[in-house]
């Protein structure tokens, strides 16, 4: 099985930019997410390897195998490159069978009716389907009709699975469940697969690399834990994580000969890092879960109130703040704290993500200055 | 050295470039195909537009033995000066032209009240009954045109202008000549044909107005009445202007009721006028009419875009299929029920009862028990009857029509539902181009072309050979292409929206599959669209088989229809013989279409009104 490679992608519809200047290896056997928000360009690039969307300017291969040059003007027809696509809404045809439906693809492929017969029968079972062959997709449940589509793609053994934001027609607790299905097939069939979603739990859950876009354009391209560890820029920073990353902006300076981040009358004293400099315009970026919530020191300026507590069950967020500036904390002790008690606060070690408020572009991780 | 090398690998590129760019195209035929359709459009409707333009501004050979100085075939303002200019001006234009305008106002008028009372009796009352009324409702529009016109005749018209009495004077009531001929009856019974538009549009306006909105406005304190004003009725307003835009479009080519109605006392209008210039020979002046009726049409319909377009947005409201407000009648039921029932008698009921009697009257305007006979219906020729016209079931000529009425109906529907289906498909998958953009308005075209109008252009069009095309004038296959081209509006809206309905992604997973264009359309797209293609039939066969207008002119005597041969007898005077051809034309259409309506399990009123 071939890896894709996009070389300088594009495309536009006149004016309005989808993908801009677009390259990515997606690497054989390996479970690529795009994740963004809606209109980043991330359907259309999947449509384009698919080969329903052409690209206005660039370069496609799967393996050595061209399949979209726009300067050669040339197309691979989609039925030739070897891909199966789920789409969001399933697509299943509603005047053929599950049966007929899987089977379609292998008519195409002119597979014998005795393979076919086999080869449905086979897929039907590894997902859990093979008692509804006969039904019409109206018969279905979502979560079934989920199946079915992606038996139907299976069914041709493509070498690329495409997938179009699959799960989110199911509700919340189907949708866990078929997440759990979705790795495990990938890791027992090793099968390249393109995963299109918005969903930043479900890249980070599923993915084995994770692609950000944004805009059209490409933000990051990472393992998902080190997407989450190090945002590259302040848009992937936001984007990936829930609740969302706490946010500071501020400018570098000196105080009382100690380097730190001034904000809003609050004073964050910083270990110095190279690229971040005197007068810098920055924001600081922290996690809720690297953030501790302390007694109060009268000796220290970071002394903060409570502002509201939620518990989710499993965890506990707490929101503080001292005048504008607010931080939401994941808190480790199981405490209620009511609203205007004082605290302190305290982060984690090498926790402290410092953008650039200009390129917004990440300069270094530091921590605070005991 | 280097640049000659560069030079060829450029020419590759080229050629590379074009062999993949037209491989391409071959793949994915919808742009191909548009061009095709868009081709066959222009000829067909286009084409026809500008021929006729040209015939007006052309010597015709006759008039050209009337001027000296002038050859046949020559550039001529002649026809411009005679219609709009010379002292002939009022008979060839100016007086038909205010004739036309004189009905088609206050006809509008009184249509879109009676389609819009009945459409809010029927949605938003609980009028017993509602359902079946519904039903009922859109029979005037199932019936030929001029089923009324002929039993209006039959009961009001008089002896002052020659021929029998008619049921009123037998009964000793002697109508004035006004009620019997002329404006009043032309505007009455078209009104009652075509209150059927507002009916539909206003009910499905009414229909699909999101009660969240009304009941807003209740929450909020308004009573029911003020809610009707403040809230309903402006969200109904683009329907009830659309219906009135569409009557008044429609009744500028109305042929039939001002040809029974108008010419006994010469009471004529633009489409009459162009009709007996054609029989008299003078086509470049019915040529000028007609332009003249598709610019009228066509203006009223540009000045319904302009208001309703930039309000479209309440019309467009997807409201849930929820509970409505329905309003109760209360103490008023029995009287309305009463009006509405004796509403549908006089328009549907005694029109064909009368019609069914006159069919058995020997002497005309004699009503007495005595003077009944089958003669009409079974008698073999009679000199001193009628000058020998056998009754209509012995008659060959009549099975003849019918059997072309048949014929036409069902070979142009056909026709219809395949080109609605082609162009539909491509004009919702080259959605925002300019070829899906043109080819969507030139289908819809004919529409506001009017009936006559249109049947006129396809005669100067097809009366000689063009081209590779022989001269179609007097063949069948001439029928079924007007009807095809003129009914095409109803079928393509269909296709649109069916396509629409079905997306993109149906046959993308098809694509995915490897599934070829044509295993696509056979396949997936086709058993997908069948439903949506029958009951798209079935309008278009409706319209064939009830048509005179577009016909009339075309029509040869071996081509003859049911409705022609109407029209042919009512010109004679021979009402019997008519009356009897118009009631195996109601029964043929209606069978017709309880047959069609029974296997798509479709619904004549959804296609309705376009």
């Known amino acids: ?370 | 050295m280097q640049t000659a090398k560069k030079q060829k690998e450029n020419k590759n590129l080229f050629f590379k470039r074009f062999s993949n760019i037209t491989r391409r195209s071959f793949r994915n035929p919808p742009f191909i195909l548009s061009i095709i359709l868009f081709v066959i459009l222009l000829y067909l409707i286009i084409g026809p537009l500008v021929s006729m333009v040209q015939s007006s501004l052309t010597l015709h050979p006759r008039d050209a033995l009337f001027l000296d100085d002038e050859n046949a075939g020559d550039f001529t303002t002649y026809y411009l000066v005679r219609t709009f200019l010379s002292n002939m001006k009022n008979v060839l234009f100016y007086k038909p032209f205010l004739n036309t305008l004189i009905v088609i106002f206050p006809m509008s008028a009184i249509a879109v009240l009676i389609g819009g009372i009945l459409a809010w009796l029927v949605v938003r009352t609980d009028l017993p009954g509602r359902r079946f009324f519904a039903r009922i409702a859109i029979t005037p529009y199932i019936l030929p045109s001029w089923t009324l016109a002929l039993a209006w005749i039959n009961i009001f018209k008089n002896r002052t202008i020659g021929g029998s009495a008619g049921i009123l004077e037998y009964l000793g009531i002697t109508p004035p000549t006004w009620m019997s001929f002329g404006p009043l009856p032309i505007i009455i019974v078209m009104a009652l044909h075509y209150y059927t538009f507002s009916f539909l549009l206003i009910g499905s306006g009414l229909r699909e107005i999101d009660t969240r909105l009304e009941e807003s406005a209740l929450v909020l304190g308004a009573d029911q009445k003020i809610t009707i004003r403040k809230i309903v009725f402006p969200l109904i307003a683009p329907a009830v202007l659309s219906g009135w835009v569409l009557t008044i479009a429609r009744g500028v080519g109305s042929f039939s009721a001002p040809a029974f109605l108008g010419r006994p006392v010469n009471f004529q209008v633009l489409s009459t006028k162009l009709f007996s210039n054609l029989q008299t020979g003078s086509p470049g002046i019915a040529y000028l009419l007609a332009l003249v009726m598709i610019l009228l049409a066509i203006s009223f319909i540009y000045v319904n875009q302009k208001i309703v377009g930039t309000r479209k947005g309440f019309v467009t409201i997807t409201g849930k299929a929820a509970t409505k407000n329905i309003v109760k009648l209360g103490k008023a039921t029995p009287l309305i029920m009463t009006l509405v029932i004796l509403f549908f008698t006089f328009v549907v009921f005694v029109p064909i009862i009368v019609l069914a009697i006159e069919t058995f009257v020997k002497v005309p305007g004699d009503y007495s028990l005595s003077n009944f006979t089958l003669q009409y219906w079974i008698g073999k020729g009679d000199p001193h009857i009628l000058s020998g016209t056998p009754g209509v079931l012995r008659s060959p000529e009549m099975w003849q029509a019918t059997w072309n009425s048949l014929k036409l109906g069902l070979l142009s529907s056909f026709f219809c539902a395949i080109a609605g289906l082609l162009i539909g498909y491509t004009v919702v998958r080259l959605r925002g181009t300019f070829l899906s953009k043109s080819l969507d308005q030139v289908s819809f075209l004919p529409y506001l072309i009017p009936s006559i109008a249109f049947g006129a252009i396809y005669l100067s069009l097809f009366a000689k050979p063009r081209g590779f095309i022989p001269s179609l004038y007097g063949t069948f296959a001439l029928l079924i292409l007007v009807t095809t081209v003129k009914n095409l509006p109803f079928a393509t809206r269909a296709g649109i929206s069916g396509m629409m309905q079905l997306g993109h992604e149906i046959e993308e997973a098809g694509i995915i599959a490897g599934a070829g264009w044509f295993t696509r359309m056979r396949r997936l797209i086709m058993p997908l669209q069948k439903s949506n293609l029958l009951s798209g039939i079935l309008l278009p066969m409706v319209s064939a088989m009830r048509e005179l207008s577009l016909l009339i002119i075309l029509i040869t005597p071996g081509t003859h229809l049911l409705t022609t041969l109407t029209f042919k007898y009512t010109d004679y005077g021979y009402y019997s013989i008519s009356n009897a051809l118009l009631l195996i034309n109601i029964f043929v259409v209606l069978i017709l279409c309880a047959i069609v309506q029974k296997i798509t399990k479709s619904d004549l009123s959804k296609g309705l009104g376009g």
């Open chain 1, 1 to 370: 099985m071939p890896d894709i490679v996009l070389e300088n992608v594009t495309k536009s519809w006149g004016e309005v930019i989808a993908v801009k200047n677009f390259s990515l290896k997606i690497p054989d056997g390996s479970f690529m997410c795009f994740l963004g928000p809606s209109g980043c360009g991330k359907t259309t690039t999947l449509r384009m390897i698919a080969g329903l969307e052409e690209p206005t300017k660039g370069k496609i291969y799967m393996g050595d195998k061209l399949v979209y040059s726009s300067e050669e003007a040339f197309s691979m027809s989609p039925g030739d490159r070897d891909v199966g696509l789920i789409f969001q809404s399933y697509a299943l045809w509603p005047h053929m069978t599950v049966f007929q439906n899987i089977a379609f693809g292998l008519e195409m492929s002119k597979v014998s009716s005795q393979d076919t017969k086999k080869r449905v029968q086979e897929i039907a079972k590894l997902m859990g389907i093979d008692d509804l062959l006969k039904r019409y997709p109206s018969e279905l449940s979502g979560g079934q009709q989920q199946r079915v589509a992606l038996a139907r793609s299976l069914a041709p053994q493509p070498s690329c699975l495409l997938m179009d934001e699959p799960l989110s027609n199911l509700d919340a607790k189907l949708r866990v469940d078929m997440r759990t299905e979705l790795k495990r097939i990938h890791s027992k069939t090793k099968q390249t697969i393109v995963y299109v979603t918005h969903d930043q739990i479900e890249a980070l859950s599923l993915g084995t690399q994770v692609v950000v876009m944004n805009k059209g354009e490409l933000q990051q391209i990472d393992e998902p834990m080190e997407l989450y560890k190090n945002p590259s820029n302040l848009f992937v920073a936001e984007f990936v994580g829930t609740p969302r990353i706490n946010m500071v902006k501020g400018e570098i300076c000196e105080k009382d000969g100690q380097f730190g981040l001034a904000a809003d009358e609050l004073f964050f004293p910083l270990v110095k890092i190279d690229g971040v400099n005197i007068n810098q315009e920055v924001t600081l970026a922290v996690r809720p879960e690297d953030i501790k919530i302390t007694r109060v020191d009268k000796k220290k300026s970071l002394n903060f109130k409570i502002y509201s507590t939620l518990p989710t069950g499993a965890d506990i967020f707490t929101r503080v703040y001292n005048k504008k500036i607010f931080f939401t904390v994941r808190q480790e002790e199981r405490v209620i704290h009511d609203p205007e008690t004082e605290v302190g606060l305290d982060f984690i070690e090498n926790s402290l993500l410092i953008y650039d408020c200009k390129t917004e572009r990440l300069l270094g991780k530091t921590s605070l200055k005991k």
